[in-house]
C-alpha cells in the first residue's frame, strides 16, 4: 500500500520568503509523486510530477521540488513567495508498476502568505 | 471545452433521495476517475476507468455508488438513498491513458440536507 504524510497541515510565510513544504511517502514500489494545488471551490491543479527521471523537477508558477530516495521525501520549494500562492497544497503518490494509477493522496497543507 | 467539466457545480438533496453527478473528461482522455474529498476523510479515490476495460471499483465506500462511462467519453456517479456522510465534493479527473497527469474539474459540491 502507498501512503503519503504531509507534515504542517498550516504553513504562513511572509510575502518574497522561502516557501517549504513537507511531503513524505511510503511506497513499495518505485512511485510516481505529484504536488497539486487547490484555490477555493476549485479542483486541483498540478504543479509539478516526478516520474523517475530527474530528481530535481520544476514545475509551474516558480515551484520545484527534488525526490530524496533515502529520506522518501519530495518537498516542495519556491525561492519567493506571493500573495498569490496562497492556496492549499496536496502531496500525492501513485504506483509506477499498478494497472490503476490511482492517485494517493496526502492531508493537505494551507498556505497562507502575509504582507 | 479544453478542461474537465462537471455538472451541476452544487446539488442540495434530502436524504434518502438518488443524485447523479456528471463528468465530461477532456477529449481524447481515456483514463477517468472520480474521488471524494471531505472535511473528515480528504481526497478519497473512488473507481477509475481506462478505454474498455473494467473499471477499478475498489475505492466506492458502499453498493449505495456506482458508476458508469458511455461511450468511452462522459461518466455519470449515481449515489442512491443519500446519507448525510455523503456530503462532500466529488471531483472528476481525465488523463490522457494511465500514469500520465490527472486533470481535474471544479467538482461538485453535495449537500445531504
Known amino acids: 500500500a502507498q501512503s503519503v504524510t504531509q507534515l504542517g497541515s498550516h504553513v504562513s510565510v511572509s510575502e518574497g520568503a522561502l516557501v517549504l513544504l513537507r511531503c513524505n511517502y511510503s511506497?513499495?514500489?518505485?512511485?510516481?509523486l505529484f504536488w497539486y494545488v487547490q484555490y477555493p471551490n476549485q479542483g486541483l491543479q498540478l504543479l509539478l510530477k516526478?516520474?523517475?527521471?530527474?530528481?530535481l523537477v520544476k514545475g509551474i508558477n516558480g515551484f520545484e521540488a527534488e525526490f530524496k530516495k533515502s529520506e522518501t521525501s519530495f518537498h516542495l520549494t519556491k525561492p519567493s513567495a506571493h500573495m498569490s500562492d496562497a492556496a492549499e497544497y496536496f502531496c500525492a503518490v501513485s504506483d509506477q508498476t499498478g494497472t490503476a494509477s490511482k492517485l494517493t493522496f496526502g492531508t493537505g497543507t494551507r498556505l497562507q502568505v502575509t504582507l | 471545452g479544453a478542461g474537465v467539466s462537471q455538472s451541476p457545480s452544487n446539488k442540495v438533496t434530502e436524504k434518502g433521495k438518488d443524485v447523479e453527478l456528471r463528468c465530461d473528461p477532456i477529449s481524447g482522455h481515456t483514463a477517468l476517475y472520480w474521488y471524494r474529498q471531505s472535511l473528515g476523510q480528504g481526497l478519497e479515490f473512488l473507481i477509475y476507468?481506462?478505454?474498455?476495460?473494467?473499471?477499478?471499483k475498489s475505492g466506492l465506500p458502499s453498493d449505495r455508488f456506482s458508476a458508469e462511462r458511455t461511450g468511452g467519453s462522459v461518466s455519470t456517479l449515481t449515489i442512491q438513498r443519500t446519507q448525510q456522510e455523503d456530503s462532500a465534493v466529488y471531483l472528476c479527473?481525465?488523463?490522457?491513458?494511465?500514469?500520465?497527469?490527472?486533470?481535474f474539474g471544479d467538482g461538485t459540491r453535495l449537500s445531504i440536507l
Open positions: 511506497s513499495s514500489v518505485p512511485p510516481y
Open positions: 516526478y516520474t523517475s527521471a530527474a530528481t
Open positions: 476507468f481506462q478505454g474498455n476495460s473494467a473499471p477499478d
Open positions: 479527473a481525465s488523463s490522457l491513458t494511465r500514469n500520465q497527469p490527472q486533470h
